[in-house]
T-cell receptor, first 115, second 111 residues
Framework: AQSVAQPEDQVNVAEGNPLTVKCTYS??????LFWYVQYPNRGLQFLLK??????LVKGSYGFEAEFNKSQTSFHLKKPSALVSDSALYFC?????????????FGQGTELSVKP | DTEVTQTPKHLVMGMTNKKSLKCEQH?????MYWYKQKAKKPPELMFV???????INESVPSRFSPECPNSSLLNLHLHALQPEDSALYLC??????????FGPGTRLLVL
């Protein structure tokens, strides 16, 4: 079965420090991986995706993610965190075609950036 | 333009009411989705429409009835809901098999 795990419910970072939000996946075949962010009382906003190619993917708002096939990970990173980055972050993998290609989400990680 | 719009933003309804949620996109996407999301949990897929045809129903109770009148619009008709159906209802759209873009959601409260 395909799945996504976000091992940390919450990540706390000081403003200006680098941040990492972790994600590991389990899929058969090549993974299509996504990161979304959700601010309070808002919908999900697409940050970035990995389909194929470079293992380092750059996305919106200065975020990037590193795809590591051997560790089956797709961690989200940012070199210098902002207070405005505080939000709920979801990693997702696209299910196989015979499952309708739907998104399988991790449980989410709440990022808190303190001044 | 990656905008998906949803109306209303908030909805309060009684258990005997009938109401509808609306979703619209003008990105030329031919796949549209309804999700239900409880607080601080991941979205749960409810329905998928592909080329205006229902392609996935994730065993959703019949008190939720989706409708896709055309390639830009998606409705969710609600009838005889239960208090546990209170949640944020999210619409999304995509090119088939591609990145999904989400609307801001409708926050539903069932009394």
């Amino acid at each position: 079965a395909q799945s996504v795990a976000q091992p940390e419910d919450q990540v706390n970072v000081a403003e200006g420090n680098p941040l990492t939000v972790k994600c590991t996946y389990s899929v058969s075949g090549n993974p299509y991986l996504f990161w979304y962010v959700q601010y309070p009382n808002r919908g999900l906003q697409f940050l970035l995706k990995y389909i194929t190619g470079d293992n380092l993917v750059k996305g919106s708002y200065g975020f990037e993610a590193e795809f590591n096939k051997s560790q089956t990970s797709f961690h989200l990173k940012k070199p210098s965190a902002l207070v405005s980055d505080s939000a709920l972050y979801f990693c997702a993998v696209r299910a196989s075609y015979n499952q309708g290609g739907k998104l399988i989400f991790g449980q989410g990680t709440e990022l808190s950036v303190k001044p | 333009d990656t905008e998906v719009t949803q109306t209303p933003k908030h909805l309060v309804m009684g258990m005997t009411n009938k109401k509808s949620l609306k979703c619209e996109q003008h990105m030329g996407h031919r796949a549209m989705y309804w999700y239900k999301q409880k607080a601080k949990k991941p979205p749960e897929l409810m329905f998928v429409y592909s080329y205006e045809k229902l392609s996935i129903n994730e065993s959703v109770p019949s008190r939720f009835s989706p409708e896709c009148p055309n390639s830009s619009l998606l409705n969710l008709h609600l009838h005889a809901l239960q208090p546990e159906d209170s949640a944020l209802y999210l619409c999304a759209s995509s090119h088939v098999g591609e990145t999904q873009y989400f609307g801001p959601g409708t926050r539903l409260l069932v009394l």
